[in-house]
């Protein structure tokens, strides 16, 4: 088992930043995949970012050069930094987990946390 913990959400007017930060405990592999979903009011949950335990990350097009996510290897935590946030940033962000491991993968989500951007 994993255990995901974020952390950061909160209400923000258009132009500001946040920072959303996700604790992962427990069963973590070596090989894994950390991500950040959103799900906004009406819409189909989305890739906002991820980043591979080797470092690679991986960005939602439309999200280039305003989100940026990190991640701390010694303590598991990943953070994902919004900046110029706009209203149609609104939405429930989820962290997610990918364990990278055959037959025995596994995949884990966070409760969520809601950001809300105010025009």
């Known amino acids: 088992q994993v255990q995901l913990v974020e952390s950061g959400g909160g209400l923000v007017q258009a132009g500001g930043s946040l920072r959303l930060s996700c604790a992962a405990s427990g069963n973590i592999f070596r090989s894994n995949t950390m991500g950040w979903y959103r799900r906004a009011p009406g819409k189909q949950r989305e890739l906002v970012a991820s980043v591979h335990s080797g470092g690679a990350t991986n960005y939602a097009e439309s999200l280039k050069g305003r989100f940026t996510i990190s991640k701390d290897n010694t303590t598991n935590t990943m953070y994902l930094q919004m900046n110029s946030l706009k209203p149609e940033d609104t939405a429930v962000y989820y962290c997610?987990?990918?364990?990278?491991?055959?037959?025995?993968?596994?995949?884990?989500w966070g409760q969520g946390t809601q950001v809300t951007v105010s025009s």
């Open positions: 997610h987990i990918f364990n990278w491991g055959g037959v025995s993968s596994s995949d884990y």
